[in-house]
């Protein structure tokens, strides 16, 4: 595959969890930069952990698109510019250190917003993967920056109930459940 062609490949898996599609695009030794905020199977190397990220992505927004704006080479490197776009139909929770640090109930908003991705390439395959995403303006599309009282209440409120770290669990179930069955041989490369 050419630089365009991995590329989009690495967001249609995010998009739909083609297990094929990540072995053909992913290297065994891929490493994630931004699994820091994802469950822990995220930072899996290689295409369990594309898997378990498109898990976690899809888990919280459904609709899920990353229509790229372009793609440049060079020297190994491959950049991506896209917008990331889908609706917010179940919690969104980020990580840190491997703990819940925030999860945002469900919304039903759209988001659509700008990104940009640096793959590192190697022999045909993406071996890593780091981004700059405006998060601010996913946030404020999400209703939750700035915070606005009802908001934060309710974000508040699905932590003391338990339902933040119920979220948590079942995200990170999903996407244990995504690097496990490929790295038990669902799928070969």
Request: charge should be neutral.
């Amino acid at each position: 595959m050419n630089a365009d062609e991995l590329a989009r490949g690495l967001f249609r898996i995010l998009e739909t969890g083609d297990p094929s599609l990540a072995a053909s695009v992913v290297a065994d030794d891929n490493h994630n930069r931004e699994a820091a905020v994802a469950p822990a199977a995220c930072a899996i190397p290689g295409p369990a952990g594309a898997l378990a990220s498109s898990a976690w992505m899809r888990f919280a927004f459904s609709e899920l698109r990353f229509p790229v704006l372009g793609v440049a080479e060079s020297d190994g490197q491959v950049w991506v510019r896209l917008r990331m776009r889908g609706r917010h139909t179940g919690p969104f929770v980020r990580f840190r250190d491997g703990a819940l640090d925030q999860a945002i109930p469900p919304t039903g908003r759209q988001i659509d917003f700008e990104q940009v991705h640096v793959l590192g390439v190697r022999d045909g395959k993406i071996v890593s993967h780091e981004a700059v995403r405006d998060d601010v303006t996913m946030l404020g599309q999400l209703g939750v920056f700035p915070p606005s009282p009802a908001v934060g209440l309710r974000m508040v409120a699905w932590r003391l109930s338990g339902r933040a770290a119920r979220a948590a669990a079942a995200v990170s179930e999903q996407a244990d459940r995504a690097a496990e069955a490929f790295r038990s041989g669902v799928v070969t490369s």
